[in-house]
């Protein structure tokens, strides 16, 4: 049973474009969460989706970032307009249900904007 | 407000001794959970050891343990036998949210560095 996929793992953008990091979670798991670690900072939770919907973005920034979970595929999160405080390691956590301490990490993507 | 305070941000300790890190939270709920995570330089985050608020007895996990004082609002993490292998950053975490829309809440880190 494979865990939590993110990709891509590294991503580097210029400012201004655009940066789509996906996380793919693991089998049976229909709840997704973004989080967010700043060098040498702890993680930041972002968003919590379950499929199709968005059940808490209150640690998503309200422009420039959004999530999505479709019924197919893996979770999106996109950044628009890329700047350099954007860079940062971005982490995916999966879980079954609604209890968080079954909650299983993806590896991380880390975007570098240049 | 800190919700998770972490105070020693880096610590220097001997192979094979025994290490604790600390951790204090605040919350005002009476159900919370309490975890610690490892990094490695390598970057993932590696799950070791829960704690339930309700739980009456300290979490273990091999070498981990988890002192968990609910009075005080600590939960410190022990590591016995300290290897090389355990150089690495380590946070502690708190759930927290109501019912249906739980997060983790996460400190600042210890840089923990074993010597040979």
């Known amino acids: 049973n494979a865990g939590v996929m993110q990709n891509p793992r590294h991503l580097v953008r210029r400012r201004g474009q655009e940066a789509r990091l996906r996380c793919s979670p693991m089998?049976?798991?229909?709840?997704v969460y973004w989080y967010r670690q700043l060098p040498e900072e702890g993680l930041k939770f972002m968003v919590y989706?379950?499929?199709?919907?968005?059940?808490?973005e209150s640690g998503m920034p309200k422009e420039r970032f959004s999530a999505e979970f479709p019924k197919e595929g893996p979770s999106i999160l996109r950044i628009q307009q890329v700047v350099r405080g954007d860079s940062a390691a971005y982490f995916c956590?999966?879980?079954?249900?609604?209890?968080?301490?079954?909650?299983?990490f993806g590896p991380g993507t880390r975007l570098l904007v240049l | 407000a800190q919700k998770i305070t972490q105070t020693q941000p880096g610590m220097f300790v001997q192979e094979k001794e025994a290490v604790t890190l600390d951790c204090t939270y605040d919350t005002s709920d009476q159900s919370y959970g309490l975890f610690w995570y490892k990094q490695p330089s390598s970057g993932e985050m590696i799950f070791l050891i829960y704690?339930?608020?309700?739980?009456?007895q300290n979490a273990t996990e091999g070498r981990y343990s988890l002192n968990f004082q609910k009075a005080r609002k600590s939960a410190n993490l022990v590591i016995s036998a300290s290897q090389l292998g355990d150089s690495a950053m380590y946070f502690c975490?708190?759930?927290?949210?109501?019912?249906?829309?739980?997060?983790?809440?996460f400190g600042t880190g210890t840089r923990l560095t074993i010597i040979p």
């Open positions: 089998k049976g798991h229909s709840h």
């Open positions: 956590a999966s879980s079954p249900g609604l209890l968080v301490e079954t909650q299983y």
């Open positions: 975490a708190m759930r927290e949210g109501s019912f249906g829309n739980e997060k983790l809440t």
């Open positions: 704690q339930g608020s309700y739980d009456e």
């Open positions: 989706l379950q499929k199709e919907n968005i059940i808490d």
